[in-house]
C-alpha cells in the first residue's frame, strides 16, 4: 500500500516541481528559448486540424471547453503539442493541410486523425485509417522544407531555422489498435517491430534534413481506454480496470521503443534523440484519478449508454444514430474537467494538460533533457 501511494503522489510533486521552474524562469525579462519551431508528426492524440481540413466534417461537442467550437483536436479542448508549444512561447501550431488562416512561421503540424506508422493497406473508406501515414507525413515536411527555401519565407528562412527546431512524434496507437479485434494482441505484437524500425527511420531521414533535437513520445495505456474496456471479462482487467494483456503488450512496444532509440544515439552525432514515457503520466491518471483532480478514470466524458465506461460503440461521441428503433445521440457530460477520458479514445484537456506538465518537468525524459534550461518556459493555463 505504501509503495502505491508513493507513486501515486509522484506525478502531483513533479507538476509542483516544474510550476516552481516556470515561475522562475518567468521572472527574467528576456525570453529565450533554442527552438525557434515545431514540426509535430502524428495521429488524433496531436492533430490540430489536418485530417478534418482534408475531409471536412467535424461537428460539436469537439473543441467545447477551450475553442468553443470544433477545430479539427480530438478532444474538448487543447493537445499536449498546443500546451507545449505554448510553454515554449509559440503560437498553436498550424496542420499542414489548412489552407486559409495558417501560420507556418514557427513550425508546422503534419499530424492527423486515424494516421499510422506503416503505410495502410486498405482505404479510409473501408476502415476509416487516413491516408496519411508517417511516411506521407515525412514527404510532406522534405516539400515543405524545399518550398521555404525556395520562396524564402520569412522566419523559416532565416539561417539552420530547421536545425534550431524541435521535431515531435507522437504516433503508433492506431498501429496497435486498428486490428486488435481482427488478429488480437498476439497478432500485433507481431508487426511492432516494423513500427519502431519506421519511426527511426524517420528520424534518420530528418536528421540527414538538419533536424537536431527530437522528441519521441510512446504508446499510450490503451487497455485503460474505455473503448477496449467494453465487453472484456472481469477477469481480463487489474487492480485499476485497465486490461491486463493490452497494457502489457504496451508496455513490450514502450520497451523496445525505448532501447531502439537508445541504440540509434551514437549513430546521430550533435542530436537529441529523447524517449518520453507520457504512457505513465497517463497511466498514473487512470490508475489514480481522484488525486490528481478528476472523478472519472475509465469512463467517457463524451458517449452514450451510461454505465462503468459510458461508451457504445455503434455510437460515437457527437453522432446521433437509430438503434433499435429508437434514436440516440452521444453528448458529451458537462464537466470534462472531471475525466480523463474524453471520447473512450482520446484524453480530454485536464488530463492534456498535466501529462505535459510531467513532460516538462523532465523526469519522463530519457536521457536527461534539461529543456528548462534550453527555453524560458512559460506557464500553461
Not at 156 to 177: A, E, H, R, V
Not at 264 to 281: C, E, F, K, Q, W
Not at 310 to 318: T, W
Request: net charge negative; with cysteine; glycine share 10%.
Amino acid at each position: 500500500m505504501g509503495g502505491s501511494s508513493t507513486k501515486a503522489l509522484v506525478l502531483q510533486k513533479l507538476l509542483l516541481v516544474w510550476t516552481i521552474v516556470v515561475a522562475t524562469l518567468s521572472s527574467f525579462s528576456d525570453s529565450k528559448c533554442d527552438f525557434e519551431a515545431i514540426f509535430n508528426f502524428g495521429d488524433s492524440n496531436s492533430d490540430t486540424g489536418g485530417f478534418w481540413a482534408a475531409f471536412p466534417a467535424q461537428s460539436g461537442p469537439f473543441g467545447m471547453t477551450y475553442f468553443k467550437k470544433p477545430t479539427g483536436r480530438a478532444s474538448d479542448g487543447r493537445l499536449i503539442v498546443d500546451f507545449l508549444a505554448q510553454a515554449l512561447g509559440l503560437p498553436f501550431l498550424s496542420p499542414y493541410l489548412q489552407s486559409i488562416g495558417s501560420d507556418y512561421r514557427h513550425g508546422v503540424n503534419f499530424a492527423t486523425l486515424a494516421s499510422t506508422v506503416l503505410l495502410p493497406n486498405t482505404s479510409l473508406f473501408v476502415t476509416g485509417i487516413s491516408p496519411f501515414s508517417l511516411a506521407i507525413q515525412l514527404n510532406q515536411m522534405k516539400a515543405f522544407k524545399t518550398q521555404v527555401e525556395e520562396f524564402h519565407h520569412s522566419n523559416l528562412d532565416k539561417q539552420d531555422i530547421f536545425g534550431k527546431s524541435l521535431y515531435m512524434f507522437y504516433i503508433g496507437q492506431n498501429d496497435f489498435t486498428s486490428n486488435l479485434a481482427a488478429i488480437g494482441v498476439g497478432g500485433v505484437r507481431q508487426y511492432l517491430p516494423q513500427v519502431v524500425s519506421q519511426i527511426v527511420g524517420t528520424v534518420r531521414e530528418l536528421y540527414a534534413l538538419g533536424g537536431r533535437a527530437f522528441l519521441v513520445l510512446n504508446l499510450a495505456p490503451v487497455g485503460c481506454y474505455p473503448s477496449f474496456l467494453v465487453g472484456l471479462p472481469r477477469s481480463e482487467l487489474d487492480a485499476f480496470g485497465c486490461s491486463t494483456s493490452y497494457n502489457n503488450a504496451v508496455q513490450d512496444y514502450n520497451n523496445m521503443l525505448k532501447e531502439t532509440l537508445a541504440q540509434t544515439r551514437g549513430s546521430l552525432p550533435n542530436a537529441s534523440l529523447i524517449y518520453v514515457d507520457s504512457s505513465s503520466a497517463l497511466l498514473e491518471l487512470f490508475r489514480h484519478p481522484t488525486i490528481h483532480g478528476f472523478k472519472y478514470g475509465t469512463k467517457s466524458c463524451c458517449g452514450h449508454g451510461g454505465g462503468a465506461y459510458n461508451y457504445d460503440r455503434q455510437v460515437y461521441c457527437g453522432n446521433t444514430k437509430v438503434i433499435n428503433g429508437s434514436t440516440v445521440t452521444a453528448t458529451a457530460c458537462d464537466d470534462p474537467y472531471n475525466y480523463v477520458s474524453w471520447d473512450g479514445i482520446h484524453a480530454t484537456e485536464a488530463a492534456n494538460k498535466l501529462v505535459t506538465w510531467a513532460i516538462l518537468n523532465g523526469s519522463y525524459f530519457d536521457p536527461p533533457f534539461p529543456l528548462h534550461q534550453l527555453c524560458d518556459l512559460y506557464p500553461i493555463d
